[in-house]
């Protein structure tokens, strides 16, 4: 496999806005947030969204089987995850 071809399939990998047009109003909202605060927790999506955290958590799933958010372990507290936002543009 070349280089262009690994690249080719991981930017076909990220979602798009128009992945995001479908999805329910809870995880457009959050994937606003998102696209003005680089990286959060859910907690900090929940605070800044006024949604329960239960919505976030189901928005964030969404998002990520669209593939159109990021998210990794936060170095500061191993028990939280962080997100952000990885579509094309």
Known sequence: MSASESLRQETSQRGTWDDVRDL??????????LE???????QQLADETLLPSRTVRYALNRLDEENVIDSRFS????????????IES
């Open 24 to 33: 329910p109003p809870s995880a457009k909202l959050v994937a606003k947030v």
């Open 75 to 86: 170095f500061s507290d191993a028990r939280k995850r962080l997100y952000s936002l990885a």
């Open 36 to 42: 003005y605060n680089d990286t959060m927790t859910q």
